[in-house]
Every structure is written in structure tokens, then in C-alpha cells.
């Protein structure tokens, strides 16, 4: 096997782990944005950013490796990515953005302001998670091509039924991980809370995945036609069997504690959930192999020169495991439960 196959599957390989680290650890704070609304009071919403507070601006990182990646491996998909959804990407990027200066400026304001301030980093957090899910449903639609390869559908080719509802599952998967992450870090009301939130949003996020995975066949990229053919959905069917487990085992974990029934262990409904969100993105990666742009641009057509993705996979040597060090080493220093009246300046 020379570099000029290899190479662009292991570009293919960094790139979905890059993004798949962006939506487990980002997702959870965009979640706490969504879940912002279902504060008590302002004094609860400060608990519930300070569970984010340390660790959460680190989580961008991983966005910009999976986007820088792209560029440097695949230059031909990301010129089309970008010329097609051009104006998702934008709106993301502003509310990321919009998230961000709110989550600073909340701390530092009084009154109206600090409320302001609230509903600014709740906003954001809900744009942004749900143009991501725009952006991830397009892909998976498929954008028109022309001949040559390069996009053709004008400024909002992107738009359909299939991207918005994908859009607004993505919204109640992060809201999902949000409440799995506030069991974890919280005691007290906040975390009763969470728990009576937790159920309900298992439910949608299964409905949701249900309405996607139903529409996905009658999609003209026949991006799912591989889980179809022929025997494939029985070597694939783990992946599906798996999911429905993992599923069962949240929703019993999620539950509030009863006299007859203690609460499972707090990790558990946050550890299910990411497992939930792992095997959505492999059945994902299944369905698309080798297309890094449905429903014709494969990782080979969309690949740079081996010199180029060789030199630059060198740095991925050195840089992946420096940004998986930090990571894990920030989230063990700031482990354990976060008491309601810590603080963040």
C-alpha cells in the first residue's frame, strides 16, 4: 500500500477524532447554554457555568484542528465545504463567539445586565448548536456538484427539511449532554434538577435520532445505501443493537433516586451519553466511507499530494498527544463535584 493510499485515511482518521473530541467535550457547555432557561435563578445558572468555568475554553481546540486538517489535507473538500455552507459556518463561528464574550461578561456584570448577559450565553449556545447540525445534516444530504467537483447550489443549496431537523437534534443531544454533565459535577437542587431533566431528554434525543435515521433512505445522496446492501446490516447491525442498549442503560441511570431505588452512580448518565453520541458518529463514518463529500467526493479525490499530508502529519505526531495531555490534565486538577457557592473570577 503506497502513501497516496494510506495518507488520506489517516487524515480521514484524525480529522473525525478531532471533531468527534470538539462535539463530546464543547457539547456539554453548549449544553448548559441550552439548559440555561430551566434555571431556577441566577444564583443556580451561576452554578451551572461554574461547572464549565475551568476547562471549557480549552474544548475549541479541537474545532480548529478538525477545520485546520481539512484545509491541509483535504484542500479540494474544504474548498467546497466552505463555498457551500459558507453561511452556516459564519452564523456558528458569530455564536460561538457571542457564547463566549457572555460567558466572561456575565461574571463581571449586576442586575439587568448580568440577566442580559444570561440570555446572551443561552442564545448563543442554541445558534451555535444548531448550526452545527445544519452544517452536519447538509454533508450528509449531500451538496450538488457540478461536473468538475466543485459546488454549484448557490448561497443556500445547504437549506432543506432533512438539515434544519438535524439541526434541532443536535440541539436536544447537547441539552442531553449538558444535564448528563450537571449530574456529575453538582449535589443539591441543581443536581435533583438535572436528573428530573435527564428522562425526558432521553426520550427526545431517541425520537429525534429515530426522525433522522427514518429520513436518511429517502436522502438522493443515498449516503446509508451501504447499511442496506446486500448482507451489510448484518455485520453492521451491532452498531444499531448497540445503541439501543446503551440507550436503555441511560434512561434506567438517569432516574431520580427513590426510597426503594438509590440513584446509580453520577458518572454514569454522562459516560452513557457520550457513548450514545460515539456510536451515532461511527454508524456515521460507516454510512459515508470513503466519502469525505457526498454524495461523489471521496478522501482520494479530495486528498493533497502524499509530501504535502506526510510533512504535515509529522506535526499531528507531536501535536495530538500535547493537546490530549492538557486536556486530560485540566480535567483531572478540576475533578470532583463543584460546590454551589464556588466562584469564578
Known sequence: M???TWLPVAWFGVIGFGVLMYVLLDGFVLGLGILAPAARDGDQLDHMMNTAAPIW???????????????AAFPRAYAVVLSALYLPV??????????????EFRFKGYGAARRAWGAAF???SIVAAFFQGVILGALVQGLPLNNSGYYDGGPFGWLSPFALLTGVALVIGYALLGAGWLILKTEGALHARARQLARPLVLAVLVAMLAVSVSLPFLESRLMARWFSGYNFLWLSPVPIVTLGVAWLLWRDAALATPERPAAHDARPFLWTLALFGLGFIGLVLGMWPLIVPPALSIWDAASPPESQGFVLWGLVVLVPLILGYTGWSYSVFRGKVAADAGYH
Open 2 to 4: 503506497n502513501a497516496s
Open 90 to 103: 459564519i452564523l456558528m463561528l458569530l455564536a460561538l463567539v457571542f457564547r463566549g464574550v457572555a460567558f
Open 122 to 124: 443561552s442564545l448563543g
Open 57 to 71: 475554553d480549552g474544548n475549541e481546540t479541537w474545532l480548529v484542528l478538525g477545520g485546520a486538517g481539512l484545509m
